[in-house]
């Protein structure tokens, strides 16, 4: 007995190193890919010390292929290991075969893609597949990394902050590097890095520095990067990660994916995911191919039409606000083409995750139901159930687009003799639907905002409150609690008990919370409006309540005091747009721990009220 469990036992030691894929020398290479590719990339080293840097970057990878191979060698495990580790072997044979083409295609072809990289050598072009190669596994084990995070139970409201918290810190040491800017040897402020990276990670788009002018192309990449991953929210990418992994997700990291994703059960949460980031690829990809047919100025190159069809497709899905111009979308108010592109991907982004797949499923179900008939002995006909929109979608929907209509015609309207009076109908018309669409939500403007009338600015001010819809890439109080507002006091003017919308009646948890958001929301925005009066006594209080309004909305669209602001307000701007971001409720929940409900109610008492 003994002999074969000492035979065991050998035999498990010998197959240890072969048990799976090596997470421990992944992590440690992530590591050091991180020092190596922070010290190339953000400061300005001479060739020789980077040519150094290269082939230690090739001597990681070496590392990395050779550990990760070495266990597909048992062909017992190799299976499990290509199933369980998909992603890190996807990555691995992504990187193979571009290393491959690298060898096997033609030079004339390489050379056309070297010169459109504004790229040296074929050899820079392989160290260049080397070193996305160290940044994927990076990633890769920082989501892991996170996904351990979870497993430990902590509140998805607190997860939730602190994701955001450290994806700021993380983009504000990067935007530190001398060479995320322009000029090396003025490398940015601490302050300004912090702004731009809070701005970014919260999809706002306020700026105290020129996007274009004083970022490099590793800055604009770095703020592409965060308004991308806050836009989405990393959290989102961790639970894609981990749901679709062939590991069992322990029961607090499930339920704490199902409460951030807003998903019922576990088979919604993986519909829901796949959903979100099958349509964020779409759309934004979808943007980008427009922007570049519509964007074609002489003196920018095809890399150059790319990289700023790129930065402002994502920017605008994720109603960021971010443009590579000073003026924003100034210089492109007649260009039909891109305006309408950045207002359907406005629409898009501020509509949500929740209500675009359904849409999409209610359509395939109408064009299901209509088209197919089925033939039977007992009825002559029978059709699909047909599909109906939750109230949600239709509360969003109706808002939404409400809001769309009522922010066009009244900006026409008070601007048709002031900032559009030398427009046509069709321009006028155009730049009050864009600035309507964009108000809400996203900070682009095509106009001067600081030009407008003060009744502009005012409706201006009301729309950014209101917002996008929940769960969305959008700010403000949201549509949903707008209409739940109106909805309740319809009910109180109309002396009915309950709140009904659609046919449906409304559960008095979501007028609580409504309610809630709203208070909370003024709260915030006075203490803030406050601090900013106090920082900044010289700038006028229309325009710093103009910019608080702007930042917890996470909306973007400035006066043009940004700049001028002292740090104290600029710090009280960072912390608004981060309640923005987060959400107040979240907020409130992550910092107080619910207590559990009482058995017991108190005697009714009536209270007069107004």
Not at 146 to 167: D, N
Not at 291 to 317: K, N, Q, T
Not at 445 to 463: E, K, Y
Not at 533 to 558: C, H, K, N, Y
């Amino acid at each position: 007995m003994e002999e074969a469990a000492n035979s065991t036992a050998t035999a498990i030691k010998k197959k240890k190193p072969l048990d799976g894929y090596p997470q421990a020398i992944a992590a440690a290479i992530g590591v050091l890919a991180v020092i190596s590719l922070v010290l190339q990339h953000g400061f300005p080293f001479g060739q020789e010390f980077r040519s150094w840097f290269n082939w230690f970057d090739v001597g990681l990878a070496v590392v990395l292929f050779v550990a990760a191979i070495r266990p597909l060698r048992n062909g017992v495990l190799r299976g499990k290991l290509l199933h369980e580790f998909r992603f890190e072997y996807l990555l691995l044979g992504t990187f193979v075969l571009g290393m491959i083409l690298t060898w096997i295609l033609p030079r004339q072809e390489l050379a056309v893609t070297i010169d459109l990289l504004h790229l040296q050598s074929l050899g820079d072009l392989r160290f260049g597949l080397v070193q996305l190669f160290l940044l994927g596994n990076v990633c890769v084990q920082m989501l892991h990394f996170l996904q351990r995070i979870f497993a430990y139970g902590v509140r998805p409201q607190i997860i939730l902050a602190g994701s955001f918290g450290c994806l700021i810190v993380l983009g504000t040491l990067l935007l530190l590097l001398p060479r995320a800017s322009t000029k090396p040897d003025q490398p940015l402020a601490l302050v300004d890095a912090f702004f731009t990276a809070t701005s970014a990670t919260c999809v706002t788009g306020l700026v105290v520095r020129d996007t274009g002018t004083d970022f490099s192309t590793m800055g604009q990449m770095i703020i592409l990067a965060l308004f991308q991953l806050g836009g989405l929210g990393i959290i989102t990418f961790v639970a894609f990660i981990s749901v679709f992994s062939a590991k069992a997700l322990p029961v607090p990291q499930m339920i704490a994916f199902r409460q951030i994703i807003n998903a019922p059960g576990m088979n919604d949460l993986k519909r829901r995911l796949v959903g979100i980031v099958l349509l964020t690829l779409l759309f934004e990809l979808s943007g980008v191919v427009s922007l570049f047919y519509f964007f074609s100025p002489s003196e920018i190159d095809p890399l150059g039409r790319l990289h700023w069809s790129v930065f402002h497709s994502i920017s605008a899905f994720c109603n960021a606000g971010f443009a590579l111009q000073a003026n924003s979308l100034e210089s492109l108010r007649n260009n039909l083409g891109i305006n309408i592109t950045i207002m359907g991907l406005i629409v898009v982004g501020g509509l949500g995750f929740l209500v675009i797949p359904e849409l999409i499923e209610y359509f395939r179900g109408r064009i299901r139901a209509s088209g197919w008939r089925i033939r039977s002995r007992n009825y002559k006909f029978l059709r699909p159930r047909r599909p109906r929109l939750t109230v949600q979608t239709k509360m969003s929907l109706w808002v939404t687009f409400s809001l769309i209509a009522v922010g066009m015609l009244t900006f026409w309207l008070l601007e048709s003799n002031h900032m559009l009076a030398n427009a046509g109908i069709g321009e006028g018309l155009l730049t009050s639907a864009f600035q309507s669409i964009t108000t809400r939500t996203a900070g682009f403007n095509t106009v001067s905002i600081g030009d407008l009338q003060p009744a502009t600015l005012i409706v201006i001010m009301i729309l950014m409150v209101i917002g996008g819809s929940p769960v969305s890439t959008s700010g403000g109080i949201k549509t949903l609690t707008f209409g739940i507002l109106l909805l309740s006091l319809r009910t109180m003017i109309l002396q009915k008990e309950k709140v009904e919308a659609f046919g449906r009646t409304l559960p008095q948890k979501a007028l609580f919370t409504a309610l809630s958001v709203f208070v909370l929301y003024i709260m915030t925005a006075a203490v803030g409006f406050f601090l900013l009066a106090l920082f900044d006594p010289q700038i006028p209080l229309r325009e710093l309540g103009f910019e608080m309004i702007s930042a917890l909305s996470t909306v973007g669209l400035s006066t043009g005091i940004t700049s001028q602001l002292s740090t104290g307000s600029k710090v009280v701007l960072c912390v608004a747009m981060f309640i923005g971001r987060v959400g107040p409720i979240s907020l409130v929940l992550s910092v107080f721990q619910s207590r559990k409900q009482t058995d017991y109610d108190f005697p009714d008492e009536d209270v007069i009220v107004g």
